[in-house]
C-alpha cells in the first residue's frame, strides 16, 4: 500500500508553527519519535482539495540548518532526507512570522535553496498589522520565487488558499533536488550573506511601519524589573505550589475512592487466594498508589503550560540565569527543573531544548532533587505521624515548616550537586543564554488542552506498564515462599530475604528490616514506600486494620524519631524511581550516565541521612 | 558645534537603556563557536538597529535588547563584545 505523500512544516521558534498545524489538521494528530532520538514526531492527516491524503508533520523549530540541539538536528535531517526513519518530504511549508520577517526569511531562504517544492505561510499578519506593520505578499513572491501565503493560524485565515497552494503542489513537479551546499565553516559566510538578503526582501515588502508598540515593552518593564521582577515571580511560584496542594484534594479523593470501589469489588467477585491477593495488594493497590498523583501533576503542568504559552516563562529563565550561570547552569535549565517539581520524567525529556550539552547532562543529574510530587506521600505520612502538629509562628506550624525544609533541601542539593558536577564530571566553559523573547500572547484553551492530554496519557501508560509491572514482580518476591506459622512473612519471603542483607547496611542510618523491606518496592516509585510499609503491616496480621490510621499508630510504635528524620532525608536525594533511569537512559543514549545518577545520588542519600540519623540520636530526639 | 560631536562608541553591556544605537562590530574572537552561530542567527549583524531594554539587575544577570524587531535576552559577557555606534539624538 502507498503512503501518502509526506509535507513538513518548518520554520524558526515562535512562527506559530503548531497552531498552524493544529488548524490544518484539526484533531487527527498523533505523537510518536523518531527512531534513535528522543526528539517527538508530530503527524497528522489533511485531506488536499482534491480528496488526496497526505500526512503532516510539524518539525521542531530552528533557527538555520546548521543544527544547535538535537531538535534542530532532526529538522536538518528530514528534510535533506537524512532522517532516519522518515522520508525525503514532497513538499515543504515554511512558516515565518510576518512581525520578524529579518529574521525569519533567512531560514526560509536557506530552505529554498534546497529544492524542494515550497510554500511559505506568512503567518500572524494580524499581530503584525496591529503592530503597525503592513507587508506586501506580492512583493515577497517575486523575492522568493514560490508562492505565500498570508495566515492568521488561531483564526484559521489563509487556511483554504494555503491547502490549495498545497493541492497544486504536492506530486505535480519531479524537480531533483539541487545540492545542499556543504556546511564546513564557509556556512558563516552564506549565513551573514543570506541575513542580508532577508532584510534586504524584507525591506522590500513593508509597505509601512511604525515603531514598534510599546505594550510588550510595557509588561516586559514590570515582569523584568530589578525588584518587582523577582517578587512577581516568587508570588507566581507560590500560588502555583499552593494550588496544587488544594485543588488537588478532592481529585485525589475520588480518585482513591474509586480505587476503593475497585478492590472492593474484586474482593467481592473472586474467591479468596493468589490471584485476588495478587489483583488487589498488587496491582490495584501498587497502581492506584501511583495514580493517584495524576492530579497533582495535572495542576503543575497547567500553570506551566499557561506560562510558557503566554510567553511569561522566558521572561522566569530571565530572571533566574543570574542564580543558575553561578552553579553553571543556564537559565533556560529552570523550565525542566520546574517540570521536575510535578516529576521528573517530563522534567528530564524537556532538557531537550538546552543546546549545551554538559549544560543539559548537568540539568538531567539534578532532575531528580526536585521535590517530586511522588515523594509527598511518604513526607505525608511520616510528618503526619512523627511531626507534632505545633504553631510555630501565627499560620505556620512546625509540620509544614519540616515540609517546607524537605523542599528547600532538595532545591539546596541540587544546586549544590551542579557546582561540583560542573566542576568534575560534566566540566566545561559556562554555558550561555541567549534565547529570543517571544511577545505575550493569549494563551490557546485548546493547545493547553492538548497538552495537559498528551501529559497524562504518558503518565497513566507509564503507571499502567512498569509500575504495575514492578509491583506485580515485587509482590511476587514478597508472598514467596510462603512462611510457615509462627514466622512472620516479612521476612521468610524472597523481598524479606533481600532486605535482611539490605538492613545489615542500612542499619549504620537507623533503619530496620522494614523500612529495608520498603525500600524494595519504592524502586518502582516512591510513592509505593507508603503502599509497601502497609503491606509489609498487613500481610503479617490477619485483622484488616492496614488502613492509614492504624498504620501511624504502627510507625509510632516501631520506628524512633531519628529514624524517621532519617527516612525523610534518605527520600530527599534516593533514586528511587526507575521511571527516572529509564528516561534518562533514553535521553543520555546509555547506561553510564543513568549509572552515575543512581551511584551518586544513593551515597548522598545515605550520607545525609546517616548524618541526621545521628545528629537527632545525639540531641536527644 | 552640533551633529558633528563625536559620537562616543560603546558595546552592548554599556550602552544606556532606551538610547537608540546601530551595530558596528562584534569581537568574535571571544565569543564560542555554538554562540558567534547563535548570535548571528538571532540577527545581530553590522547595521543592525539595537537598543537595550531591560537590566535583569544592577550589576550582574542577562541584558534584554531589541534587534531589528526581535526582542533577544544575552549575557552580559556577550554583549561586551558587541560594539554598537550610538544614533545621534533627533534635533531639537
Known amino acids: 500500500m502507498e503512503m501518502p505523500p509526506l509535507v513538513a512544516m518548518v520554520g524558526n521558534p515562535n512562527a506559530g508553527k503548531s497552531a498552524l498545524f493544529n488548524a490544518l489538521t484539526g484533531a487527527r494528530q498523533k505523537v510518536g519519535n523518531y527512531p534513535g532520538v528522543t526528539v517527538e514526531r508530530h503527524s497528522g492527516r489533511l485531506a488536499l482539495d482534491d480528496g488526496r491524503p497526505v500526512e503532516l508533520v510539524d518539525l521542531p523549530g530552528a533557527y538555520s540548518l546548521d543544527p544547535a540541539s538535537p531538535d534542530e538536528r532532526v529538522t536538518r535531517n528530514v528534510v535533506t532526507g537524512a532522517q532516519a526513519g522518515e522520508r525525503l518530504p514532497d513538499a515543504l511549508v515554511v512558516v515565518v512570522d510576518a512581525s520578524n520577517l529579518d529574521n525569519h526569511l533567512r531560514f526560509a531562504l536557506q530552505l529554498i535553496a534546497l529544492g524542494l517544492p515550497v510554500v511559505v505561510a506568512l503567518n500572524m499578519v494580524d499581530l503584525a498589522e496591529r503592530d503597525g506593520l503592513v507587508l506586501d505578499p506580492a512583493v515577497l513572491e517575486a523575492e522568493l520565487g514560490v508562492a505565500v501565503i498570508p495566515t492568521v493560524a488561531v483564526r484559521r485565515r489563509g487556511i483554504e488558499q494555503l491547502r490549495a497552494q498545497l493541492t497544486a503542489l504536492v506530486g505535480a513537479t519531479s524537480g531533483a533536488m539541487r545540492a545542499l551546499r556543504p556546511s564546513d565553516g564557509s556556512i558563516d559566510d552564506d549565513i551573514v550573506t543570506l541575513q542580508r538578503r532577508a532584510r534586504a526582501i524584507a525591506a ?343 488502613g492509614e490510621q492504624s498504620l501511624v499508630e504502627r510507625l509510632r510504635g516501631r520506628w524512633s524519631l531519628p529514624t524517621a528524620l532519617a527516612f525523610l532525608m534518605w527520600f530527599v536525594f534516593a533514586p528511587q524511581c526507575i521511571s527516572t533511569i529509564a528516561v534518562t537512559r533514553r535521553e543520555t543514549n546509555g547506561w553510564r550516565w543513568p549509572a552515575f545518577m543512581v551511584g551518586y545520588l544513593f551515597a548522598t542519600a545515605y550520607v545525609m541521612a546517616g548524618i541526621t540519623y545521628w545528629a537527632a540520636v545525639f540531641a536527644g530526639l | 558645534m552640533p551633529a558633528t560631536d563625536i559620537i562616543p562608541s560603546m558595546n552592548l553591556e554599556t550602552l544606556p537603556r532606551h538610547r537608540r544605537a546601530t551595530v558596528d562590530t562584534i569581537d568574535w574572537s571571544q565569543l564560542a563557536t555554538p554562540e558567534a552561530r547563535r548570535l548571528r542567527e538571532l540577527g545581530f549583524d553590522q547595521g543592525v538597529a539595537v537598543e537595550v531594554l531591560h537590566r535583569a539587575r544592577l550589576g550582574g544577570g542577562p541584558i534584554a535588547c531589541r534587534i531589528g524587531r526581535m526582542t533577544v535576552a544575552l549575557r552580559r559577557a556577550v554583549a561586551a563584545t558587541i560594539s554598537v555606534s550610538v544614533d545621534p539624538l533627533p534635533a531639537e
Open chain 1, 204 to 546: 522590500a515588502a513593508t509597505i509601512s511601519e511604525t515603531p514598534v508598540r510599546r505594550w510588550n515593552h510595557t509588561l516586559d518593564a514590570v515582569a523584568l524589573h530589578p525588584l518587582v521582577g523577582p517578587v512577581l515571580l516568587v508570588a507566581l511560584l507560590f500560588i502555583m505550589f499552593q494550588a496544587v496542594f488544594s485543588w488537588s484534594e478532592a481529585p485525589i479523593g475520588w480518585i482513591e475512592d474509586g480505587f476503593t470501589a475497585i478492590d472492593g469489588a474484586v474482593k467481592a467477585a473472586m474467591p479468596d487466594g493468589f490471584l485476588r491477593s495478587l489483583l488487589t495488594d498488587g496491582v490495584i493497590a501498587g497502581v492506584g498508589a501511583v495514580v493517584v498523583f495524576l492530579p497533582q501533576i495535572l495542576i503543575l503542568f497547567l500553570f506551566i503550560l499557561v506560562l510558557e504559552a503566554s510567553g511569561y516563562m522566558v521572561r522566569a529563565a530571565f530572571l533566574m540565569d543570574r542564580l543558575m550561570s553561578q552553579v553553571g547552569l543556564s537559565g533556560r535549565a529552570f523550565i525542566p527543573l520546574l517540570s521536575s517539581f510535578a516529576c521528573a520524567v517530563p522534567g528530564i525529556m524537556a532538557t531537550r531544548t538546552v543546546e549545551d550539552e554538559k549544560d543539559r547532562l548537568t540539568t538531567i543529574l539534578i532532575a531528580p532533587l526536585m521535590t517530586c510530587s511522588a515523594r509527598l506521600p511518604v513526607y505525608t505520612i511520616i510528618i503526619g505521624a512523627f511531626i507534632p502538629a505545633r504553631q510555630v509562628l501565627p499560620f505556620v506550624g512546625l509540620q509544614g515548616l519540616v515540609l517546607l525544609g524537605l523542599y528547600l533541601m532538595g532545591i539546596v542539593g541540587a544546586f549544590v550537586a551542579a557546582l561540583l558536577l560542573r566542576r568534575t564530571v560534566t566540566k566545561g566553559e559556562s554555558s550561555g543564554f541567549m534565547m529570543e523573547m517571544p511577545k505575550y500572547q493569549m494563551p490557546r484553551l485548546r493547545d493547553i488542552a492538548i497538552g495537559l492530554w498528551s501529559r497524562a496519557w504518558i503518565f497513566l501508560k507509564r503507571a499502567g506498564t512498569t509500575i504495575a509491572l514492578t509491583t506485580v514482580i515485587l509482590w511476587a518476591l514478597l508472598s514467596f515462599p510462603q512462611a510457615p506459622a509462627g514466622r512472620s512473612q516479612a521476612e521468610y519471603s524472597v523481598a524479606g530475604r533481600i532486605a535482611t542483607g539490605l538492613e545489615v547496611i542500612v542499619r549504620p542510618i537507623g533503619f530496620n528490616h522494614d523500612i529495608a523491606l520498603a525500600l524494595i518496592p519504592a524502586m518502582a516509585a516512591r510513592e509505593v514506600a507508603v503502599a509497601a510499609i502497609g503491606t509489609v503491616y498487613a500481610i503479617d496480621h490477619t485483622d484488616d486494620a492496614a
